[in-house]
């Protein structure tokens, strides 16, 4: 039987094989040297699977088709510049470079950048969303908040170094010179829609009064771009930060032909940056112009009301008699009344004269006396009928008292006081009437049948008295049979 490899004789016949040996470093570090040398550039298409993005900011990543999956790796710089975000589901392509990942015996791509696969797969993914969104009452009209007519201070979110923020402040500045506050953010990139979604829920969080007004308004603007340039203001975090915005919101991101989904959710959409500059505030020529119309409109009706009335009052005053007309008659009846007072006073003073001297005709001094002695005799005869009547009441009420004196002297502690007791007062006068009540050193009256005298309890109260022991019964017939018990 003859053999392709040798024996080892010392080692007992093993076989020794005619190849290579490495170690599993060695032949990791050649495999990675091949295809890093292989495809050291490349550029694949696929739809994005798994995306993770750990603390560290590095995004890892599946690249797959119906067949295969291939691993993906962004590292954090390259992340932070990237025109759109990796999501799952989008479909991409990738540029990069193939490498080895010895650790876990896998192959990768070092991804350098991605686009989208075409506009029909961004489109897609934000038709999708925009459904999601509308699904939760994001977009409805109900929600939406009215646009404030004159803002005391505008918030406004965009990159600071930009032309829009220097045309809106130039609009506004012509129409009606406002306070503007902007908050700096990147209006493109992945940090788009962070700090977008920050600056509106920050100028939220402003509190009234504070060191930093709170705006009245809030203009989130961007100049026009393509839709990956736009794709931050898509984001779903954007969006749900416009929603829920305390403070009423103008979306004028792009131009009039582009749209995004923070115009659905904002309370407005402006065209233009510009444009969201003229609808935030008035033009103040045209404001004072209008005010000005309206004091003159006024002015003139206030005049046509005094007018009216004027012309009202002469017309009533037409109609109204003459104030000689109106006093006629009441002059007239003042006229007869002081022609008739004169013979009608005489008249009365002559009545008064001749009651007067009848009355003082009755008031003769003989008329007088008669009347002095009748009245005389009318008194006698009652003073004679009421003397023997209250001399019979004085002895009903003498004869009743002298009944009562008698009773109270029966029934009253004043006589059993003539019999040797006593009756002791307390301090307020209330008599005591128990032992337990005549505490030691409490002072009382003891009042006699003869007066009162002062004492003060000393001891305890009296023991009571033991009860007096029975003497035995002697029998009669002398002692009789004892008990048998």
């Not at 350098?112 to 696969?117: F, H, Q, Y």
């Not at 009064?209 to 975090?237: H, K, M, Q, T």
């Not at 008249?347 to 009355?359: E, G, I, S, W």
């Not at 109270?408 to 337990?436: E, I």
Request: hydrophobic share 40%; with cysteine; glycine share 10%.
């Amino acid at each position: 039987m003859s053999t392709d490899w040798p024996f080892d004789a010392e080692d007992g016949g093993a076989p020794v094989a005619n190849v290579a040996e490495f170690t599993v470093s060695e032949l990791s570090s050649a495999l990675r040297r091949t295809v890093e040398d292989t495809y050291g550039h490349v550029r694949v298409r696929g739809e994005l699977g798994r995306v993770s993005r750990p603390g560290s900011g590095h995004v890892y990543l599946d690249l797959k088709d119906d067949k295969a999956v291939l691993a993906g790796v962004i590292w954090k710089g390259v992340a932070q510049g990237m025109r759109i975000k990796p999501e799952q589901g989008l479909e991409v392509v990738v540029t990069g470079k193939l490498t080895t990942y010895a650790g876990q015996s896998k192959y990768q791509i070092i991804i350098d950048s991605m686009e989208p696969a075409g506009l029909g797969a961004l489109m897609a993914l934000l038709e999708e969303r925009r459904k999601k969104l509308e699904a939760e009452g994001l977009f409805a009209e109900d929600r939406k908040k009215p646009i404030p007519y004159l803002p005391r201070v505008i918030g406004v979110v965009t990159s600071p170094s930009g032309a829009v923020i220097r045309d809106i402040m130039h609009r506004i500045a012509d129409r009606f010179p406002s306070r503007v506050i902007v908050w700096p953010a990147r209006v493109q990139g992945e940090q788009c829609g962070p700090e977008v979604s920050a600056g509106i829920r920050g100028f939220n969080a402003l509190q009234p009064g504070g060191e930093v007004p709170r705006p009245d308004l809030i203009i989130v603007a961007r100049g026009g771009g393509s839709l990956e340039d736009l794709w931050g203001f898509n984001e779903e975090e954007v969006v749900r930060a416009a929603a829920e915005s305390d403070i009423p919101l103008i979306s004028a991101v792009g131009h009039e032909t582009d749209w995004t989904l923070l115009d659905h959710a904002a309370d407005e959409r402006a065209p233009t940056p510009t444009a969201a500059a003229e609808r935030a505030v008035p033009v103040r020529a045209e404001l004072v112009a209008f005010v000005g119309d309206l004091a003159g409109r006024a002015s003139r009706a206030l005049w046509r009301v005094v007018e009216e009335g004027k012309s009202a009052l002469k017309a009533a005053s037409r109609g109204l008699p003459k104030l000689t007309d109106l006093l006629a008659p009441s002059r007239q009846r003042f006229d007869l009344c002081s022609g008739r007072f004169g013979s009608a006073l005489n008249a009365a003073t002559q009545v008064k004269r001749t009651q007067f001297v009848q009355a003082s005709a009755r008031l003769s001094p003989n008329a007088l006396k008669v009347q002095v002695a009748r009245v005389s005799g009318d008194v006698g005869k009652i003073t004679g009928r009421a003397r023997p009547a209250l001399e019979r009441l004085i002895a009903q009420r003498r004869q009743a008292l002298a009944s009562e004196a008698k009773l109270l002297l029966t029934l009253g502690y004043r006589s059993v006081l003539q019999r040797g007791y006593a009756l002791v007062h307390g301090p307020d006068g209330v008599p005591v009437l128990s032992a337990a009540a005549a505490t030691p050193g409490l002072s009382v009256e003891v009042e006699f049948h003869d007066g009162r005298t002062a004492a003060r309890f000393e001891g305890a109260g009296a023991a009571p008295r033991s009860p007096a022991k029975k003497k035995p019964v002697k029998d009669k017939n002398g002692p009789g049979q004892g008990d048998l018990f």
